[in-house]
């Protein structure tokens, strides 16, 4: 019904590669984008064929070529795709070697490294967001000082923290490794949330590295590569859940 009265504005943003759905909304609603020449604040405005719509200055087009680009995120990398800092971003990682206008499925902090997906994918990307879904995510923390077992209960318990319930579904011990280092399984989407759970207890966080994302892993892409999702891959990421 909707591919016939037309496809809904923050829809069509989204599918052009400029941001995430949930972004696009955002732009509307902040007078930020135009439909043939003239603002439009509604992200349920249908786009008809012959709409023109403009952001800053550029037409958007829905792409076509469906792109999933994985990437080992390196320290000292911003996951946005400008920086108004001049530091590094996750599209520089890419080398300019993806002609499509991908971006990032949620966020890794600047000092934290590991996996992330780009894409190009607007229904992918909103259901990889979604806490509906539980997409599953593995860190490899790095803590300061040793922590005890009676923390590591404490974290798999849950805390209560400034917005709320902070949920693991795992906290393992390295072993050889002087209590020093974890990994940390959970679903949960919250802000910088494994680095404000250790915080809590009263460890600082110094190595915050996602092994494992939605299934995918970092085997045989080193820090700071990229790769193509295989179709296998893709058909997982939407069908996980």
């Known amino acids: 019904m909707e591919e016939r009265d037309g496809i809904r504005l923050n829809k069509f943003i989204a599918?052009?590669?400029?941001?995430?759905?949930?972004?696009?909304?955002?732009?509307?609603k902040g007078g930020m984008i135009k439909v043939n020449g003239t603002i439009e604040e509604n992200p349920s405005y249908m786009v008809q064929p012959?709409?023109?719509?403009?952001?800053?200055?550029?037409?958007?087009?829905v792409e076509e070529n469906k792109v999933?680009?994985?990437?080992n995120k390196?320290?000292?990398?911003?996951?946005?795709?400008?920086?108004?800092?001049?530091?590094?971003t996750v599209i520089d990682c890419l080398?300019?070697?993806?002609?499509?206008?991908?971006?990032?499925?949620?966020?890794?902090?600047?000092?934290?490294?590991?996996?992330?997906?780009?894409?190009?994918?607007?229904?992918?990307?909103?259901?990889?967001?979604?806490?509906?879904?539980?997409?599953?995510?593995l860190y490899h923390v790095g803590l300061d000082k040793p922590i005890s077992h009676q923390d590591v209960e404490k974290i798999e318990?849950?805390?209560?923290?400034?917005?709320?319930?902070?949920?693991?579904?795992?906290?393992?011990?390295?072993?050889?490794?002087?209590?020093k280092e974890l990994m940390i399984q959970l679903h949960q989407g919250k802000n910088r949330i494994i680095?404000?759970?250790?915080?809590?207890?009263?460890?600082r966080v110094i190595k915050l590295d996602r092994v494992n994302y939605a299934g995918?892993?970092?085997?045989?892409l080193p820090r700071g590569w990229n790769r193509r999702l295989t179709k296998q891959e893709v058909i997982m990421l939407k069908h996980f859940n």
Do not use: W
């Open 195 to 203: 680095r404000r759970i250790f915080e809590h207890l009263g460890y």
């Open 216 to 220: 995918l892993t970092k085997k045989d």
């Open 50 to 61: 012959d709409d023109q719509v403009e952001h800053d200055g550029n037409i958007l087009k």
């Open 68 to 71: 999933y680009i994985l990437l």
């Open 95 to 137: 080398g300019g070697k993806v002609k499509e206008r991908v971006y990032p499925v949620g966020r890794l902090d600047y000092m934290t490294t590991g996996l992330l997906v780009l894409t190009n994918d607007g229904d992918l990307a909103k259901k990889l967001s979604h806490p509906s879904h539980e997409v599953r995510k």
């Open 15 to 28: 599918h052009s590669g400029l941001c995430s759905r949930r972004k696009a909304a955002d732009l509307v």
């Open 157 to 179: 318990k849950g805390l209560l923290l400034e917005d709320g319930l902070a949920e693991v579904d795992s906290a393992n011990i390295l072993k050889d490794k002087d209590h």
């Open 74 to 88: 390196p320290k000292k990398v911003v996951t946005t795709l400008s920086d108004e800092k001049g530091r590094r």
